[in-house]
């Protein structure tokens, strides 16, 4: 197996605006969903919200600097919706914009990629008020903030993302509640999903009517590596229904034109679908240039085991019965089995089923127990081992064959882990939430010296 990445392969790292921005009240932004949800007692451990974070908007040039040291090709960011459109319909926020288009120049200006996902959960509270993502409505105002953002950026940014994981927007927001807005609400969550695939392919229509020729758009799925715990009818039901659930919902529509048959049957119970119109799946399958994959860890399922109650909402309405089951191997502090055997799993899948279709992993990455040393050093040494086997795979991956033009390492920096507020860091850089200082970890360094030879056997000498 060759140990060099191709030439051009492009090493990146990913953030999300309401994670790392802070300055929550700055230049007229509204609250978006979490706001509220953060500031609601109960909803997000040690009651942290994303009102600093790490400050990322006053701080800005310090991280390009920090990004630009990494030798990083390119930044995934995510732009804020009511910073820049405060009301989720009407005029922009020019101070919004400025500051999208500061950190676009600036990133050019150190030769780093702007790679924007116009969506990372970030919904405007007025258009949750309104009846958020269960309405028909809040896809129409998607596509309008695209049309907006795309007339200010197009000129500066290549790569445009509609949305980052509908899944977890409709069924950790609507379904489960873990996430904004947190809804316990199962037909509303399929609701959700719908429109949040409408409004990428509204999206999509809206950037291309807007971004010149050369501009290239994607959306960022986190499909599920899903396995049936045996091979018995049962279990391989089980992870039919979740495949549904979690991937064909979205993969359907989007890059095929239909919904899977199975999909609604399971689900007849909860929804009648009738809220999807005749040209909905025309309008929602847009040609892509490339497709985003998040990956973390795999799921493993077989069908109801009876030894556990069902424990509050699911996030899978239509397949309750199912159980899930911690995969064999070392956890990160998530509690994440760590498996890159998932990620070839995904990368050749999408291979096959939409062949010359180019992907990247727009989100890969563990959280684990970092602190300082005495001397304030971060050693990471588990995190170094995490990105170390996913690359591995990846290689593996693109040797068979898979398409894969880059690499985004979740997260540049330590960051407002949703739920889990800032206890769970994911970042190659450390953040300091008393002083906001950033102190780059040893995986840092290590993935520095990845970027420069384009291979993973330097590394592991050296730092391992
Ligand atoms: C990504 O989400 C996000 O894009 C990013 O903002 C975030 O910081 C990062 O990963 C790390 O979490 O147990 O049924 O709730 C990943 C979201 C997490 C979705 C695991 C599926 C398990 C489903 N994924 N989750 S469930």
Redesign the pocket.
Known sequence: MPSQFPHGFVWGAAT?AY?TEGAVHADGRTPSIWDTFSHTPGRVRAGDTGDIADDHYHRYDQDVRLMSQLGLGAYRFSVSWPRVQPTGRGPASQAGLDFYRRLVDDLLAHGIQPVLTLY?WDLPQELEDAGGWPERETAHRFADYAQLVAGALGDRVQEWITL??PW?SAF?GYA?G?HAPGRTDAAAALRAAHHLSLAHGLGVQALRATLPRRARVAVAL?PNAVRARSASAEDEDARRRIDALANRIFTGPMLHGAYPADLFTDTAAITDWSFVQADDARTIRQPLDWLGI?Y?TPSVVSAATGDRPPSGPT?YPGAEEVTFHQPPGTRTAMGWTVDPSGLYELLMRFCREVPGLPLAIT?NGAAYDDKPDDRGAVHDPERIRYLHTHLETLLRALADGADVWGYFV?SLLDNF??AHGYSKR?GVVYVDYETLERVPKTSARWYREVIRTGQLTVGKQKFS
């Open positions: 999300a994670q990372h980052n994981e977890c950790l489960t873990v986190n998040n973390y996030a989100e979740w882990e949703w994911f």
